[in-house]
């Protein structure tokens, strides 16, 4: 059975920097393409930031330089290195295994002003 465990959120105020892992068990990072995502207070969830199985990395405009997504297959686990918080990166992260139903439970990330 595949399982997505995130963790790694927490409240922090803008300018501040979260690691947040997403480990996985049942599956193994370096074959899939992984996902994060987010989901804001009344807003759709929207893709962060993407790894394929073969390293290459994609990012939304409204993270990119900020953030970075990377795997440690040692550890079967995803990351996502998040500097230079904004308050409009407050929200629910969720990894993924793309394409696939495989998620995470969600972590919270709040960003003070």
């Known amino acids: 059975q595949v399982r997505l465990v995130e963790s790694g959120g927490g409240l922090v105020q803008a300018g501040g920097s979260l690691r947040l892992s997403c480990a996985v068990f049942g599956s193994f990072v370096r074959d899939n393409d992984m996902a994060w995502y987010r989901q804001a207070p009344g807003k759709q969830l929207e893709l962060v930031a993407s790894?394929?199985?073969?390293?290459?990395?994609t990012y939304a405009s409204s993270v990119e330089g900020r953030f970075t997504i990377s795997r440690d297959d040692a550890k079967n686990t995803v990351y996502l290195q998040m500097s230079a918080l904004k308050p409009g990166d407050t929200g629910v992260y969720y990894c993924?295994?793309?394409?696939?139903?495989?998620w995470g439970q969600g972590t919270q990330v709040t960003v003070s002003s």
């Open positions: 993924r295994i793309v394409p696939s139903d495989y």
């Open positions: 790894i394929a199985s073969g390293g290459n990395t």
